[in-house]
């Protein structure tokens, strides 16, 4: 079946710690994204990637990193430079041409203790 | 810059009620609308869009949304609630091409026995 799968689903992290969030979509999407979600605050846009290789920083990049060395990966790293990580975090993919519709993991719930 | 409004960030209806979820959006170019679904811990999910034609338009699970450019809304309605439609709506809005999409802050709907 295809879709997008992410890893792993729950992440506990001691603080000073990087961790990194799988992302894996089998959909042959061009585009690629990162989102956090938090209570009440909708969806944020961390990280995007139109083709392989390239990437832009979203609205709240700050403390995190990625790569996308191939067109159906898209790492993210929470980096000990992210003052508050702990969040629900969602990848999604689209076409090349942004339509609006994505396609959504079923996220990664990051705790930091 | 475009933008989302969603009016109520929880709404309560009784089982076999109308259900109105209201968005409201800001554009200066014709948009593309969207509303998507998420159940607890998981990803979102694609309800339905307007991006060109007829400006009713008809999703899964018996929703749908009217585009109204003299009110800048795209109000997500069903006639009928069932306890499965249990979960937090969020509504978003693109041009498409290069413009990012933004999502709407999410309305949680509770379904009332």
């Known amino acids: 079946d295809g879709g997008i799968t992410q890893s792993p689903k729950y992440l506990f992290r001691k603080e000073g710690q990087n961790v990194t969030l799988s992302c894996e979509q089998n959909l042959n999407h061009d585009a690629m994204y990162w989102y956090r979600q938090d209570p009440g605050q909708g969806l944020r846009l961390i990280y995007y990637?139109?083709?392989?290789?390239?990437?832009q920083k979203g609205d709240i990049a700050e403390g995190y990193s990625v790569s996308r060395e191939k067109k159906e990966s898209f790492p993210l790293t929470v980096t000990s430079a992210q003052k508050n990580p702990t969040a629900f975090y969602l990848c999604?993919?689209?076409?090349?041409?942004?339509?609006?519709?994505?396609?959504f993991g079923e996220g990664s719930r990051l705790t930091v203790l | 810059a475009q933008s989302v409004t969603q009016l109520g960030s929880h709404v309560s209806v009784s089982e076999g009620a109308l259900v109105l979820l209201r968005c409201n959006y800001s554009?200066?170019?014709?948009?593309?609308l969207f509303w998507y679904v998420q159940y607890p811990n998981q990803g979102l999910q694609l309800l339905l869009k307007y991006t060109t034609g007829a400006t009713l338009v008809k999703g899964i699970n018996g929703f749908e949304a009217e585009f109204k450019k003299s009110e800048t809304s795209f109000h997500l309605t069903k006639p009928s609630a069932h306890m499965s439609d249990a979960a937090e709506y969020f509504c978003?809005?693109?041009?498409?091409?290069?413009?990012?999409?933004?999502f709407g802050k999410g309305t949680r709907l509770h379904i009332l026995p």
């Open positions: 999604a993919s689209t076409w090349g041409r942004n339509t609006g519709e994505l396609f």
């Open positions: 978003a809005v693109t041009s498409g091409g290069d413009d990012k999409i933004i």
């Open positions: 554009s200066s170019v014709p948009p593309y």
């Open positions: 990637s139109q083709i392989v290789n390239d990437f």
